[in-house]
DNA sequence: TTGTAAGCGTTATCAC
DNA sequence: GTGATAACGCTTACAA
């Protein structure tokens, strides 16, 4: 398979230098003539040129791509994020490989970090920990790395407040006069998400610092899913005293909890108050209150942290990005009936 | 930078073969001694090592990747493509590059075809037809191509047959009774989507060939999207002699339009049966009927396509798979009033 | 079946 | 500011 591609020789003869400047004008370099950089980019223009990140990779140079690492695809708050990361490295010209790491409850499904370095100039982590198993070497390795939804001492990182915005939330449910609250996070024991982990401290600090009479809460599980979030508010309904609001930790669940109340012939809202986490686009739809967080806007940024690391790699600090969210309150969440 | 890292040379001499043996043994290729195979293989894994892409790329081997080039990311029937394409991938040890294009109708934002070529063994094209100007030059490249959602001759593909499933929907409507039929569509005119042009045609054959009494059907856009639905359903009930019942080619479009009805006091099955496309997690608890498909299959397996026509592109076939829908009755389709 | 050696297309080093 | 030229790590004729 002769390969009929035009290399950077081809432009350097076209524009009359060699192939070294050729490649440094090509990189706008600052050692070099303008003029120079101005006539090999018009060459390299007409010819609809563009380096082989093969060979620019192999002699020392950027791969031109980054990997973002992320437990799921589908799922709402990643799709919506990895959208924004898209848009991003697309204005930039760099390609996104993308990694599944699965479940970090599971077997991991990476492939080591070292390896995956020599094809990328840097990492985006979507809410997996840099010290999971799954993520072995990252630290380590010098590669430029952004965290998003989760945070690490010495790694730059983007992410809500979960922890306040989870602790708004309930608060809201308790001033409207609740006094049996109660959670449906994701699983039970030590989730390995720090956000679920700080929604989790959210809630029960709301709860801890909340007027006299309001019960022990009870929590159900329901991994972020619909059905699991419908399992979940069973769960809750079948104690002896079922909480009369409940502070659950992502939209998608707090639709399965809408969906079994209705089960048991009780109303949102009236009966049962609910308030999700997440801005999901079938929030309004249904009325649930919920906290409104920016997916692709973390994403986006992320992704301009990511390039910026990677360019200027001089920049030592480590910045830890906090983007805003928003209670946005709708007919789920109501007094109590009495 | 010094390179700490190993390469093919360290292997080989470690298993006392040349670099040339080494590379073919790694590879398994069929003309070396198994035993030579098996050592060289041992000395790799003892090392951890793995092939450089960028120098087997450069000296003409494979990439280890391929390309998926999507119009969205985050909407429900892409990413559950894409989870069940980098399902397969991973396991295959393939790298998955993610190119959003964007809508067709506006300006592509895909680089060049030729360009990608140098960086990926082969191309995933979701939903978009491969004569796409975004695609420009994608069919006259020889690089292997699967198509998922749309079909185009001489290219395999992996699709639904959305044109029977959209008539099976809609007879399903008139089935139970409903003489004013109406449809939620993408968008207007000549939509860029093979799978929207083939259930606009579904449900037309299906209303054509229907018993007499069937008024024309009115037809409203949403754009795919909640919202789009919710102003399409407000169109269609504005109409002076509105549908009893809408076949609406995506369920998200499906959940705006139960809220439009519901906005207007409407209730869903009895005042007016709808019928959705998808099979989004969310169709059950609202109770949509709706036309389940298999998204993370058909990713899963146009990615088993794409990775057999890249290592035996002697493969001349060009299968044009159609995986299996399913109609799924629930309350949101009822027999009309009257 | 295995070894030798010539690239693959770029960047980095070191002169000029 | 620019030009030679030696890598970079691998694959693949061609030989043996």
Redesign the pocket.
């Known amino acids: 398979m002769k390969?009929l591609?035009i290399?950077?020789?081809d432009?350097?003869r076209e524009a009359?230098?060699?192939?070294?400047?050729?490649?440094?004008?090509?990189?706008r370099l600052?050692?070099?003539?303008p003029?120079?950089?101005a006539r090999v980019q018009a060459v390299a223009e007409r010819y609809d040129?563009?380096?082989?990140a093969?060979?620019?990779r192999?002699?020392?140079?950027?791969t031109g791509s980054v990997a973002a690492i992320t437990p799921y695809i589908s799922r709402w708050y990643f799709s919506g994020v990895l959208s924004g990361v898209e848009r991003v490295l697309q204005q930039a010209e760099t390609d996104l490989l993308l990694l599944a790491a699965g479940d970090p409850d599971r077997v991991s499904r990476i492939p080591p970090i070292r390896h995956l370095a020599r094809r990328v100039d840097g990492f985006l982590v979507l809410s997996l920990d840099p010290d999971s198993s799954a993520l072995g070497g990252l630290l380590e390795s010098e590669a430029p790395t952004v965290l998003v939804g989760t945070k690490w001492p010495g790694v730059p990182s983007v992410r809500i407040d979960d922890e306040s915005a989870a602790r708004l939330a309930t608060q809201h449910l308790l001033n409207l006069g609740h006094r049996r609250v109660g959670m449906i996070a994701g699983r039970p024991g030590r989730s390995p998400f720090l956000a679920e982990r700080a929604r989790k401290r959210g809630f029960e600090a709301a709860v801890a610092g909340s007027l006299a009479g309001v019960g022990p809460p009870e929590v159900a599980y329901g991994d972020f899913t619909v059905d699991g979030g419908e399992t979940a508010m069973n769960a809750l309904l079948a104690q002896p005293d079922p909480p009369t609001a409940v502070f659950v930790m992502s939209d998608e669940m707090a639709f399965g909890a809408m969906r079994a109340l209705r089960m048991h012939g009780l109303v949102v809202g009236s009966d049962v108050s609910l308030v999700g986490f997440d801005g999901h686009e079938l929030a309004p739809m249904l009325e649930l209150t919920t906290v409104v967080q920016p997916v692709a806007d973390i994403g986006a940024t992320a992704a301009r942290m990511l390039l910026g690391r990677i360019t200027d790699p001089g920049g030592a600090e480590s910045p830890e990005i906090e983007l805003q969210t928003q209670l946005v309150v709708r007919a789920s969440s109501r007094p109590p009936r009495d």
Not at 16 to 27: C, D, N, Y
Not at 30 to 33: E, L, Y
Not at 58 to 62: P, S
Request: hydrophobic share 45%; net charge positive; glycine share 8%.
């Open positions: 390969s591609a290399t950077i020789r432009i350097a009359g230098v060699s192939t070294a400047t050729a490649s440094r004008a090509l990189r600052h050692n070099v003539d003029a120079t950089i040129y563009v380096v082989s093969a060979a620019s192999l002699a020392g140079g950027r």
